[in-house]
């Protein structure tokens, strides 16, 4: 059975207090505290903004060796450049990144893309090129419109190992399961079948299920988006008890 990472996208939440958080615990010891219950965690900040390195430093030092992070790609890259002339934007990306990846912390770096952004195979070629001279050897893409799921965009995925990220949304059925890597990574953005995006507990349940076959195969990256209400942190620890179970049931 392969690995499966199970966390959230990011940990600075006020409504995560008196549920994750204790009520009177610093903010400055949220992300020690998550950590404690989670392996892993998506950092959203870099979306919006480059890391400071002394920042980054802390993260690595506040948390144990085994613990992952997974990093979003700047949407200067994506949202704006567009993934055209991005070598040198792609190099001050990770510059500050250097005291994760030199204590091995750092796990796939996220690249999501606009909704408005239509298939584009000579963008992704070059994008594809240019991931091989990066300090990260795992790269994961969301596609947000529903021209990218074509046999040729996911074979050209494959010829990376780049995963193909399942962004678990109700708006976007057009998702596929499709393996492009030795590895998968799934976000979920919002539940269908719960209240106000809160997955429920047999959408869980059943991804559990579906996980527990995939990890036969693929290790697996796990982050829960919908971080309004506490409902990411509750729902990835139901999934991690329930991933618990269906492991054990097909043993």
């Known amino acids: 059975m392969k690995p499966v990472r199970i966390g959230c996208s990011g940990w600075m939440y006020d409504s995560w207090r008196g549920r994750l958080y204790p009520d009177k615990l ?26 400071r390195r002394e920042a980054v430093a802390g993260w690595v030092s506040q948390t144990a060796p085994e613990f992952l992070f997974t990093v979003k790609a700047s949407r200067y890259l994506t949202h704006i450049k567009r993934l055209v002339d ?16 030199e204590a091995r912390r750092l796990g796939p770096v996220l690249w999501q893309l606009p909704e ?32 990218w799921f074509v046999p040729e965009v996911l074979s050209a995925l494959r010829e990376h190992d780049v995963a193909l990220t399942i962004g678990d949304h109700p708006s976007r059925p057009f998702q596929s399961y499709e393996p492009t890597a030795v590895w998968r990574f799934i976000r979920f953005h919002y539940g269908a079948r719960g ?6 507990a047999t959408e869980i349940a059943e991804w559990a299920e579906r996980i527990a076959g995939w990890r036969r195969r693929e290790e697996i990256y796990v982050y829960y988006n919908n971080d309004w209400n506490s409902y990411a942190p509750s729902n990835a620890k139901l999934l991690m008890r329930r991933l618990g179970e269906a492991a054990y049931n097909t043993a």
Not at 116 to 145: C, K, M, V, Y
Not at 195 to 200: I, L, M, T, V
């Open 26 to 51: 610093a903010k400055r010891r949220w992300l020690e505290r998550y950590a404690e219950v989670f392996d892993t965690v998506e950092v959203n900040s870099t979306f919006y903004r480059l890391a």
């Open 86 to 101: 991005v070598a040198d934007g792609i190099k001050r990306f990770y510059e500050p990144l250097e005291p994760m990846i």
């Open 195 to 200: 209240r106000a995006g809160n997955y429920s």
């Open 116 to 147: 408005n952004f239509h298939r584009d195979d000579g963008r992704l070629a070059g994008w594809l090129e240019l991931l091989g001279s990066a300090p990260s050897s795992r790269h994961t893409i969301e596609f947000r419109h529903e021209s």
